[in-house]
């Protein structure tokens, strides 16, 4: 199975703030590469597909990058409501694998 | 609008089965594949299995150890999720999800999930 890594597993951030979230794979993946923002008691939403394609009514500060093992998301400039737990997923190959999670935190 | 709707909360003893419903409404049924997810308190997102609901094919994750049966009633697009030989490590939120492209069975981006059925297994 494809391990995903992501870094760091929690951030403090204000609001106005730049955040950079880091996922990586244990071995070499192509575009399946997915975000989600997961809320306290609800289900994972999608934000990012393809690793830099921007799922329909996400908001453009949002954005995906990131290629072969290394893949990142950032949030240019951090809101109320995007204090969440996110995850990046593998779709490359089967099982689907997820990384561990990124609390983003009021600081 | 797209929509998976799962079923209530489940208390369950060591050793017992749990059957949880995820029943899809708002798009065609037999379209797109139905896969599962589980995430116990406070951990990450673990992926179960898949179902094609067009034919009822399965997939299941290996460290599921064959405890995990997936099948679908075409009648009333629902799919269901039995668990079986519980234990108290079982405890977690199974959801549902369906992936945003229809007819495939490798994909597994998932744009619509229902809202998460609780499973608490204890003595």
């Known amino acids: 199975d494809i391990q995903m890594t992501q870094s760091p597993s929690s951030v403090s951030a204000s609001v106005g703030d730049r955040v950079t979230i880091t996922c990586r794979a244990s071995?070499?993946?192509?575009?399946?590469l997915a975000w989600y923002q997961q809320k306290p008691g609800k289900a994972p939403k999608l934000l990012v597909y393809s690793a830099s394609s921007l799922q329909s009514g996400v908001p453009s500060r949002f954005s995906g990058s990131g290629s072969g093992t290394d893949f990142t998301l950032t949030i240019s400039s951090l809101q109320p409501e995007d204090f969440a737990t996110y995850y990046c997923q593998q779709a490359n190959s089967f099982p689907p694998t997820f990384g561990g999670g990124t609390k983003v935190e009021i600081k | 609008q797209v929509q998976l709707l799962q079923s209530d909360a489940e208390v369950k003893k060591p050793g017992a089965s749990v059957k949880v419903s995820c029943k899809a409404s708002?798009?065609?049924?037999?379209?797109?594949?139905i896969h599962w997810v589980r995430q116990a308190p406070g951990q990450g997102l673990d992926w179960m299995g898949l179902i094609n609901p067009d034919g009822g094919g399965t997939s299941y994750a290996s460290n599921f150890h064959g405890r995990v049966t997936l099948t679908r009633d075409t009648s009333t697009s629902t799919v269901y999720m039995v668990l079986s030989s519980l234990r108290p490590e079982d405890t977690a939120v199974y959801y549902c999800?369906?992936?945003?492209?229809?007819?495939?069975?490798?994909?597994?981006?998932?744009?619509?999930w229902g809202q998460g059925t609780l499973v608490t297994v204890s003595s």
């Open positions: 999800a369906r992936p945003s492209t229809p007819y495939s069975s490798s994909s597994a981006l998932f744009d619509h």
């Open positions: 071995q070499g993946i192509s575009s399946p």
């Open positions: 708002g798009y065609t049924f037999t379209s797109h594949y």
